[in-house]
């Protein structure tokens, strides 16, 4: 019998080891897997390479995992923002490598992995400085850059409703990241609120098929607030 | 001397949203381009796309209605339209690549008169990169319009010849709105769309430094 639900966070990502790439979903206050970062900080893992959209907000979560000195590098499209204090500390300081990278081929390379491709010609930057040294090639009058997968060791995302067999919903603009990340990694383990029946997603709607997914754990319905704070839905 | 009004950031807005199409797929970079969601024409449908996956994007809800897990590229609160929907970031940026939306609007640091842009790092030594969406949108729409003030606060005209900021894409731009013209970059250098009332048209080529087509 097949049964991805993993009773515990840490149950979920036991086999992380060190010097993994790790693919961390979310945007904004959307979709980012907070209990999965925290139990990240917990089990221990370090020499890490983190890919996600941003940088780490606050003092919380990937900012928290920045700070606790666990990872070497990050891949990203946009580290700077107003509460990026403890990124931007590192990466001033020497004591973190970022590779920029623009949101849209983060998203593709991310995809490509997922579906085994080997490289792609993009036209985004073209020409710019996020560009320089990568192969380029003109195709039918267009300029275009060769880039290249990324693939993950681990995806840590957040769902909203899942089965036994790992398939998944995500919730509103909270999907973002998650659907390719799933797909692109060797373990991937996704957080969800709800557990149901096998059958009772609709088999329309179902955006991540469970042959993405390692491990399903679920975590008590919290509503996302500004700045990405997370409270139970209870007292929201 | 020539005496004129500048538009006003709304009237800019106005103005951008005039030439938006009934049925466009339009992209509403961050800043200045959400202005001009509130002044799209009445009776023209017009579709927001968000890059995190949102197409059919309505306006911001009403206070106490946020739901975090629906946000703008600005990460602000937003809402969906009936008729809207929801897919993964690589769609979304597929939407842009491929060649799907109609218009894009961004701001600028700067603008080449071929269309060179400039708009996501000053390139200051010391400044921590960050480039988000702004190259993959830059490339991606079939047309890009950029919305900024001509010049800078010290007067200088972000209209240039040849861009010194870091570039965020090549001969991407094709129109300039702007607080005292409408201006469209062509391979061969810039063309006058409109001006404000009063704006002699060899002032404004004085203030940018550069020749406007008429």
Known sequence: MINKIALSVADALAGVKDGSTVLIGGFGTAGIPAELIDGLIAQGAKDLTVVNNNA???EAG????????????????????????????LYRSGRIELELVPQGNLAERIRAAGAGIGAFFCP?????????GKETREINGRHYVLEYPIHGDVAL????????????????????????????????????????ELGALDPEAIVTPGIHVSKIVRIDHVATQAGGIKISAKSA | ?????????????????????????????????TLVANH?????????????????????????AEDYDLINA???????????AYFHHADSFAMMRGGHLDICVLGAFQVSSTGDLANWSTGEPGSIPAVGGAMDLAIGAKQTWVMMDLLTKQG???????????????????????????????????????????????????????????
């Open chain 2, 156 to 214: 200088e005209s972000k209209v240039v010849a040849q861009c010194s900021y870091p570039l965020t894409g090549i001969a991407c731009v094709k129109r300039i709105y702007s607080e005292l013209a409408t201006l469209e970059c062509t391979p061969d250098g810039l063309r006058l769309i409109d001006k404000v009332d009063g704006l002699e048209h060899a002032a404004l080529e004085q203030l940018l430094g550069l020749p406007i087509a008429a």
């Open chain 2, 40 to 64: 799209i024409p009445a009776g023209r449908e017009v579709i927001l796309h968000s890059e995190n996956g949102i197409l059919g994007m309505g306006p911001a809800p009403a206070a106490g």
């Open chain 1, 157 to 196: 995302i957040k769902a909203e409703r899942g089965d036994r067999w790992g398939n998944l919903t995500y919730r509103m603009s909270a999907r973002n990241f998650g659907p390719v990340m799933a797909t692109a990694a060797r373990h991937t383990v996704a957080t969800v609120h709800e557990i149901v």
């Open chain 1, 124 to 132: 985004t930057a073209y020409g710019t400085e996020l560009a320089q």
């Open chain 1, 62 to 89: 990937l900012a928290a995992l920045l700070k606790a000195g666990r990872v070497r590098k990050i891949i990203c499209s946009f580290p700077r923002q107003a509460d990026s204090q403890v990124f931007d500390a």
């Open chain 2, 1 to 33: 001397m020539s005496s004129y009004q500048k538009r006003s950031k709304q009237e800019l807005a106005r103005r951008v949203a005039q030439d938006i199409h009934d049925g466009a797929y339009v992209n509403l970079g961050i800043g200045m381009p």
């Open chain 1, 56 to 58: 780490g907000n606050g």
């Open chain 2, 74 to 84: 600005g990460k602000q609160p937003v809402t969906l339209l009936a008729g809207g």
